[in-house]
């Protein structure tokens, strides 16, 4: 079977591991002083990092809508078999939810909530392709083992500086003042 398998830009492979994997993305929106921009297409994290370290406001994200993922979905399925598209956590966005909504018109793409984001998201999508790769699983069968495994992936990182979690709301000024001090 020719599966096909994508993602959102959230898992955050490096343009290397998604052409080694055959893997394409579907960008989130990065939202700029109230103008929308594609992630990793029209706007790339050091654009975000150099716009706040010269004092701008903190960027927010919008989700995938479902005509973003009509178009990409349609695209994507051209020949293949199936498609298994991975999403940031439904905890985090309604990506899971307007992928569902559209892949429900279909009866062989299948949509994993990767139940995280990042390199987390990344490992489930490399492994989903390796895989896709051998050729011998249903879209079904490559998305349940991945549902099954995602629990057992998890992202964790650490910040040198508070400030960008202090002005997402994530930290107190006192907190970060203080984790600084340290």
Do not use: W
Not at 155 to 165: K, T
């Amino acid at each position: 079977m020719k599966i096909r398998i994508t993602s959102d830009s959230t898992c955050d492979l490096t343009p290397e591991l998604l052409k080694r994997f055959s893997v394409d993305v579907s960008p989130l929106y990065i939202i700029k002083n109230g103008k929308s921009y594609r992630d990793m297409v029209d706007i790339t994290p050091q654009d975000i990092f150099d716009h706040v370290s010269a004092g701008g406001s903190l960027c927010s994200t919008a989700a995938v809508s479902e005509a973003d993922y009509e178009e990409f979905f349609a695209r994507e399925l051209e020949g293949y078999d199936g498609l298994v598209h991975f999403t940031i956590s439904s905890d985090m966005s309604s990506c899971y939810q307007n992928a569902c909504i559209v892949a429900r018109k279909y009866k062989n793409i299948e949509v994993v909530d990767s139940r995280n984001l990042s390199s987390a998201q990344g490992l489930l999508v490399m492994e989903a392709a390796e895989m896709a790769a051998q050729g011998d699983k249903t879209a079904r069968e490559i998305a349940d083992a991945m549902r099954a495994l995602a629990p057992k992936v998890d992202a964790s990182f650490v910040v040198d500086r508070l400030e960008y979690l202090r002005k997402g709301g994530r930290c107190s000024a006192a907190a970060a003042l203080g984790a600084n001090l340290l």
